[in-house]
């Protein structure tokens, strides 16, 4: 059975992926786009940590020299714009004031520009000797950096071009934000929750999912709050990790199966999507799509379809649910 969060989420975002024209050339992205209907999931809170920096638009563009955003902050590299000068001490201070109007505004989870020196996730600009160009690298801009030491959960905006990435960047976030926000009073109130989101971690990293099983295991009768919140943390952390390509197909794969064998929707209007079997479809995007669909379809008509853990779904839908006295584990 499913657990649901029924509170529009708070997300912060570049500015500039939410068509705000503050890139160094004054331009802008709709990245946001794709989500679709889903967009009312979420509130949003835009932020630019270059144009709180003072850089202003247009701007000579930086990048990171000797390391990625995390040696920044750490003192051991330095941001640079095109012109050789150094912008370290401004850009920190902007994702500074970032980092607070996030705080101010609830936000636990971000969606930031990939490839960017100072809002980059996963990949950023790094130059290397003087004058230089600089070379997309693995590692987080400064903002990022800032942004997963907060302990926030950040996604890259990559993560929307592709069905498969968004479906299990979604549902990690969702557990996540269910893990932080369930309250465990006890051993037995944290391993309940443990239970419920295990399985994302599994696939996301089986060594610390086995750990975590053992600390849980290994509790005292009576933990104290701090035991108890130690566990917890490392289990939101584990939530936070990228899971691989390759998992996130095998999970996707046996989420459709599993909707396919108990999913009831017979008279139910699916507005064009087909409900084959992934044995028929060998298009993971399009089993992404189409299981997301699903999700959403489901729940119009009052059915309650899990493909993972925690499902965040509108408050009306889900008091229809609980007026019908609707068995989820019956319904699928």
Not at 93 to 116: M, T
Not at 211 to 230: C, D, I, N, Q, T
Request: glycine share 8%; aromatic share 6%; proline share 6%.
């Amino acid at each position: 059975m499913p657990q649901i969060l029924t509170a529009t989420i708070p997300l912060g975002v570049s500015a500039c992926v939410d068509r705000c024209p503050v890139r160094y050339n004054g331009r802008a992205f709709d990245r946001l786009q794709p989500l679709g209907r889903e967009r009312a999931d979420f509130t949003l809170t835009p932020v630019c940590p270059e144009c709180m920096a003072g850089f202003g638009v247009p701007r000579a563009p930086i990048h990171l020299t000797g390391g990625d955003g995390h040696e920044v902050l750490d003192g051991g590299a330095r941001v640079k714009d095109r012109r050789g000068h150094d912008r370290t001490d401004e850009l920190i201070e902007g994702a500074k004031a970032c980092l607070g109007a996030l705080d101010r505004a609830g936000v636990e989870a971000v969606v930031l520009k990939e490839k960017s020196p100072s809002c980059g996730v996963l990949l950023t600009h790094v130059g290397g000797a003087e004058g230089e160009a600089s070379a997309v690298v693995t590692g987080a801009g400064v903002f990022g950096a800032m942004c997963q030491r907060s302990g926030r959960f950040v996604i890259p905006d990559t993560a929307l071009d592709d069905p498969l990435a968004w479906w299990d960047w979604r549902r990690r976030l969702h557990a996540w934000l269910w893990i932080r926000r369930r309250e465990s009073a006890s051993s037995a109130d944290l391993y309940d929750a443990w239970h419920a989101v295990k399985f994302i971690v599994q696939e996301t990293d089986r060594p610390a999912a086995d750990a975590v099983g053992r600390s849980l295991a290994a509790l005292p009768k009576r933990p104290s709050p701090g035991e108890l919140e130690h566990i917890r943390e490392r289990i939101a952390d584990a939530l936070r990790r990228p899971t691989t390509p390759a998992r996130a197909r095998q999970a996707l794969w046996e989420a459709y199966v599993h909707v396919k064998k108990r999913g009831s929707f017979e008279g139910v209007d699916l507005h064009e999507l087909t409900v084959e079997s992934p044995e028929v479809k060998g298009s993971v995007t399009r089993i992404a799509q189409e299981l997301t669909g699903l999700e959403r379809i489901s729940f119009d008509n009052e059915l309650l379809v899990g493909t993972s853990p925690v499902l965040r779904r509108d408050r009306r839908r889900v008091a229809a649910l609980h007026a019908r006295d609707i068995d989820p584990e019956q319904e699928a």
